[in-house]
């Protein structure tokens, strides 16, 4: 019996002529709950250091940094930064890619890659959409050859770190918070990424020597509430109908001052709706799918008396070759030392498909494809930031780019669903 059972549970029974022992006891406690204490203080001043990058044995590299769970820094991650962002073919280019690990970033990079040209890939990894994926598209990066740092375009460091290692000709900025209704949610992920991320990312190429061009992603939502169609990139957008919107709509205008102050080369990209092979789980088409497969009844929305809502989806292999001949028609930035030498290049193009389709035949081709009847649930479109239709005017791409989409919505979601039924048989869940 330990001298911790002497002492009655119930503090009304204690008695008072017990009073030296019970100090004793006392005293006792206070030294193990001392010794508890330190211990846990200790420890975890322990883990703090073992975590902390400066006790690793890449410590001798002072510009090393842990951004809560990022780390990076070293001379074997420096390595792998310089391989990864090898030229290994004539006149190739290297890019460094930010969201690499998303839907358009992963399918962009490996076409970079298999071409020849450099390719270094940052992602942050966030929990957006289910991350496993994120993770399989960084494994396939990986056997392709391209290294994806983990880390935030926010972190300047990092960023500046990156340049210093590697002088990017090119950036290929696709890291963002996607998705229209999700801004309701969560806004100020929206402002983190399009917006404060945009201009750290541009804050240090503006000062990296040589500056590199940049292309990014805009998107098709700042034609917001416009009637007239086909949109063209003459057409007004100062009419967001969602903050996701306005924040690619920010970023255009963020583009055009810093090409205006520091000569930065500037491509803007407004993507109309893209789809197929590892997309995101967020976006209608792939969780239609996920759910008609499963019976679940799916939302699809209708405008006012009854009017049709459509997407000019875009295939992503032609969203690709829109990426790439805008990296490869980009002109050299102009400045250098954060100083302009010259008026820069500073462009915008709408990557569509030119064939807008009502979401109801999206489900019928999915129907179709999948074997499985849908159970539609037809409502009013939600006042969610979702616009009724999209059509892009691609001629602008057309001529400056080369840009000629090949593949129309049946043929692009018929690879979509091969791909969908081959991921999700390996005893993967599809939880967007
Ligand atoms: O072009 C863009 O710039 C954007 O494209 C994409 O947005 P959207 O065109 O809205 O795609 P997506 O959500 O797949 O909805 C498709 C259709 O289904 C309808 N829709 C949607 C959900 C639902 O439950 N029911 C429904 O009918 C819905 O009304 C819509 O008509 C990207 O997500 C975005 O990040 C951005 O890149």
Known sequence: MSHLDNIPSTPGKFKMEKSAYIHRVRWQSSITKLTFWSLIILGSILIFFYRSPSSS????????????TYD????????????????????GISVLVTGAAGFVGTHVSVAL???????????????????????????LLERTGVFVVEGDINDSALLKKLFEVVP????????????VRYAMENPSSYVHSNIAGLVSLLEVCKSANPQPAIVWASSSSVYGLNTKVPFSEQDRTDEPASLYAATKKGGEEIAHSYNHIYGLSLTGLRFFTVYGPWGRPDMAYFFFTRDILKGKSIPIFEAADHGTVARDFTYIDDIVKGCLASLDTAEKSTGSGGKKKGPAQLRVFNLGNTSPVPVSDLVSILEKLLKVKAKRNIMKLPRNGDVQFTHANISLAQRELGYKPTTDLPTGLKKFVRWYMNYYSQGKKADA
């Open 57 to 68: 044995p890449l410590s001798s590299d002072p510009s090393r940094r842990s951004l809560s």
């Open 72 to 91: 990076w820094g070293g001379p074997s991650w420096e390595k792998r930064v310089r391989s990864s962002a090898r030229v290994r073919s004539r006149n």
């Open 113 to 139: 890659k298999r071409r020849g040209d450099g390719v270094l890939g940052l992602d942050n990894f966030n929990n957006y959409y289910d991350q496993s994926l994120k993770r399989d598209r960084q494994a």
């Open 168 to 179: 990017f000709t090119h950036v290929m900025h696709l890291a963002a918070q996607a998705g």
